[in-house]
């Protein structure tokens, strides 16, 4: 770890003693402020200088809370939404805990809006001192003070992808300061040199292809001069397995699992489903009002789109905002559906922009002015809320498609038909257009082998900043 990492490090532990605090005395002086107390009058007793003293308590166990909970190993590659998950779990663990201490001790003080407000004022209060912190950091990042210097190894097109991302970003905290297409003997030698002048940090490897031998050159290397190894997995090759072991006649059975959605992660996922669903449906019932407006006045015909998908439960409806005109609309339902699909199989030939099963028109010449500005938002997919709340679709996993592209996919493919598709998923905030079927499918399969409710907040937090990036309307 860098120097000033360590220094971050270390003060973030003031720095949050100084937040908790502050979250406390700040719910103090609210709930006896005129305004609050005229509402509810104060009826018991509490000397700031006594609530002071048990503040200074709660605060430093907080800080063990915090420390058990991760919140002080320090890592460039920390995601601020992982941090601010770790401090409201913390949070509200402490709560917990100042809880159970005041049912079994009723001295203390029997304020409940004091507890609830510095509660969530700690949560506001420290999240808003890590983005500081974090802000601070990458500011000296760009004047190159604590950046990791690192060498790459490898030649392939995620090696490219990972040179493209460091290159163009420094507040990821690193910077490459040599990269090797082949590891042969030259480039150990050049190497081992560059350790012994410590003019490099990390070493990360990306060649899936290596040879065990020069994988144990690195690792000697490292080992020797204290360099930190990391390596970039070949997610296409690799299986990332979760197992559960059982007894079985006195023998025991390994069981693969093939995701953690099955029983309470099942459950789990669901409930969360219809809530953030039905938030989101809350959240945006003026703009579905206002597309639906806009697509009634501009032509004519049905204001959503009904369409055919694929899960693993077979063939059901998807629901969207019409985006083309009503002539171009593909389903039985629609009249003119046998011309409307036998132009839009010219337009693949012509103008398709995807490789694979699937397919992209570009330039899409069926697009209404209002269709061609909703799908640039991703705003016509809106609707597939109702179908998240009718349990078809969930609101993370994978893009669902067509039947005639799903007839096409090959063996390895079907993998992304273990759980329900969802409105957006780990391949859309990874820049959808961008990619290829086969690297769409991968990060598919890696949600499917790693799912968490809290990959799932992830991903939805990411969405609108992966929507607000400029990509191609096809």
């Known amino acids: 770890m860098k120097k000033s990492e360590l220094t971050f490090t270390f003060l973030l532990v003031p720095l949050d003693f100084l937040m908790i605090t502050l979250a406390a005395v700040s719910a103090y002086q609210l709930r006896f402020a005129e305004f609050t107390a005229g509402i509810r009058p104060v009826i018991f007793n509490l000397p700031f200088e006594y609530y002071l003293k048990i503040v200074i308590l709660v605060a430093v166990f907080w800080l063990i809370i915090f420390a058990l909970a991760?919140?002080?190993?320090?890592?460039?590659?920390?995601?601020?939404?992982?941090?601010?998950?770790?401090?409201?779990?913390?949070?509200?663990?402490?709560?917990?805990?100042?809880?159970?201490?005041?049912?079994?001790?009723?001295?203390?003080?029997?304020?409940?809006?004091?507890?609830?407000?510095?509660?969530?004022?700690?949560?506001?209060?420290?999240?808003?001192?890590?983005?500081?912190?974090?802000?601070?950091?990458?500011?000296?990042?760009?004047?190159?003070?604590?950046?990791?210097?690192?060498?790459?190894?490898?030649?392939?097109?995620?090696?490219?992808r990972i040179i493209t991302l460091i290159s163009s970003s420094h507040k990821l905290g690193y910077k490459i300061f040599r990269r090797f297409k082949v590891l042969d003997a030259p480039a150990l030698k050049e190497l081992r040199e560059l350790a012994e002048r410590k003019k490099i940090d990390e070493i990360i490897q990306i060649d899936?292809?290596?040879?065990?031998?020069?994988?144990?050159?690195?690792?000697?290397?490292?080992?020797?001069?204290?360099?930190?190894?990391?390596?970039?997995?070949?997610?296409?090759?690799?299986?990332?397995?979760?197992?559960?072991?059982?007894?079985?006649?006195?023998?025991?059975?390994?069981?693969?699992?093939?995701?953690?959605?099955?029983?309470?992660?099942?459950?789990?996922?669901?409930?969360?489903?219809?809530?953030?669903?039905?938030?989101?449906?809350?959240?945006?019932?003026?703009?579905?009002?206002?597309?639906?407006?806009?697509?009634?006045?501009?032509?004519?015909?049905?204001?959503?789109?009904?369409?055919?998908?694929?899960?693993?439960?077979?063939?059901?409806?998807?629901?969207?905002?019409?985006?083309?005109?009503?002539?171009?609309?593909?389903?039985?339902?629609?009249?003119?559906?046998?011309?409307?699909?036998?132009?839009?199989?010219?337009?693949?030939v012509s103008q398709n922009s995807k490789e694979g099963p699937v397919y992209k028109i570009a330039n899409d010449p069926r697009l209404t002015k209002v269709g061609r500005l909703i799908r640039r938002w991703s705003l016509d997919e809106l609707p597939q809320l109702v179908n998240v709340l009718a349990g078809t679709m969930s609101m993370v996993g994978p893009r669902p498609h067509q039947p005639r592209e799903v007839a096409k996919y090959a063996k390895h493919h079907k993998k992304v038909l273990a759980i329900k598709p969802g409105v957006t998923g780990l391949?859309?905030?990874?820049?959808?257009?961008?990619?290829?079927?086969?690297?769409?499918?991968?990060?598919?399969?890696?949600?499917?082998?790693?799912?968490?409710?809290?990959?799932?907040?992830?991903?939805?937090?990411?969405?609108?900043?992966?929507?607000?990036?400029?990509?191609?309307?096809?």
């Open 70 to 160: 991760g919140l002080y190993h320090v890592s460039v590659a920390t995601r601020i939404t992982s941090e601010m998950y770790r401090v409201i779990l913390a949070c509200s663990t402490g709560l917990v805990a100042v809880i159970i201490f005041m049912f079994f001790r009723r001295e203390l003080f029997s304020s409940r809006f004091i507890i609830l407000a510095a509660w969530g004022l700690a949560i506001i209060y420290v999240v808003c001192a890590r983005i500081i912190m974090r802000w601070l950091q990458r500011r000296l990042y760009a004047q190159g003070i604590g950046v990791h210097k690192i060498v790459v190894i490898g030649n392939t097109p995620t090696t490219e």
């Open 208 to 348: 899936p292809n290596l040879s065990k031998s020069d994988i144990l050159n690195l690792f000697s290397i490292c080992d020797e001069y204290h360099l930190t190894f990391k390596y970039a997995a070949d997610l296409l090759g690799t299986k990332i397995l979760q197992t559960e072991v059982i007894m079985m006649a006195g023998l025991p059975i390994v069981e693969i699992k093939t995701t953690p959605l099955d029983g309470w992660g099942r459950i789990i996922k669901r409930i969360f489903d219809v809530i953030a669903a039905l938030i989101l449906l809350a959240a945006v019932s003026p703009i579905l009002i206002l597309i639906a407006l806009l697509v009634k006045l501009e032509s004519r015909g049905p204001i959503i789109y009904k369409n055919e998908r694929v899960s693993k439960n077979g063939i059901f409806t998807t629901y969207k905002f019409r985006s083309m005109y009503l002539q171009y609309c593909i389903g039985e339902e629609y009249s003119n559906n046998a011309a409307a699909l036998k132009l839009e199989e010219r337009l693949i």
């Open 427 to 474: 391949a859309q905030i990874s820049g959808r257009s961008d990619l290829s079927f086969e690297e769409e499918v991968r990060l598919d399969t890696y949600y499917i082998e790693n799912w968490s409710l809290r990959f799932d907040l992830n991903i939805i937090f990411k969405t609108p900043v992966a929507i607000l990036r400029k990509r191609r309307v096809v």
